[in-house]
């Protein structure tokens, strides 16, 4: 278990990696991954803490307020803590910076043309949000999800004719977000096409400010 509390985000555009990092980045420094959108499909799937917190976390803030309130909550009952996909607008930063200040930002920067290919291809479970990659990782039966054996779906937002205008609002929306935390000192951007080339220059750094549970070669 980490001895030390550090708080950071991953950002990214959609298709970027951002949950393949994170998930690593659990594993390899005995951080909690916090995932918005997994953390919404449960709160709206109903049952369970994460309705608790979205209740408890939904005040005048509205949206932004919640999901921060949530990974506040959560976090403080933790170790360390560590957030995927939040904040993607800088409406969200600032709700995050009312309750907590991050430690740590990575940003991950990805050509577009592969983006593109990487959502085009890309299908769900709807019920946990797993995702599978029809080029580099498909489920073992076409169309359908390894453990539960149910349909999987194309996101309407993953089709090629709208995956253009979903990376020119990242964009738009992401920019803002990332000078902020550029001019505070702790934004660190790592560029690639691949996660899995991109993902030692992560390890190298985390390991630079927490101590390692994993060698980079046992994850």
Known sequence: MASKLLRAV??????SGKGTVCERIARSFGLQHLSSGQFLRESLGGGGAAVVLQLWGCGAGGFDSMVASFLLLTTVSLPCGDCAGFPRTLG???ALDRICELDLVISLNIPFETLKDRL???????????????????PHVHGIDDLTGEPLVQRQDDRPEAVAARLRKYKDAAK????????????HSFSGTETNKIWPYVYTLLSSKIPPVLSDEEN
Do not use: C, T
Not at 178 to 183: A, D, M
């Open 176 to 187: 803002p977000v990332i000078e902020l935390y550029k001019s505070r000192g702790i934004l």
């Open 92 to 94: 969200q930063a600032e």
């Open 10 to 15: 991953v950002l990214g555009p959609p298709g």
């Open 120 to 138: 085009s291809a890309r299908w769900v479970h709807p019920g946990s949000g797993r995702v599978y990659n029809m080029d580099f990782n498909p």
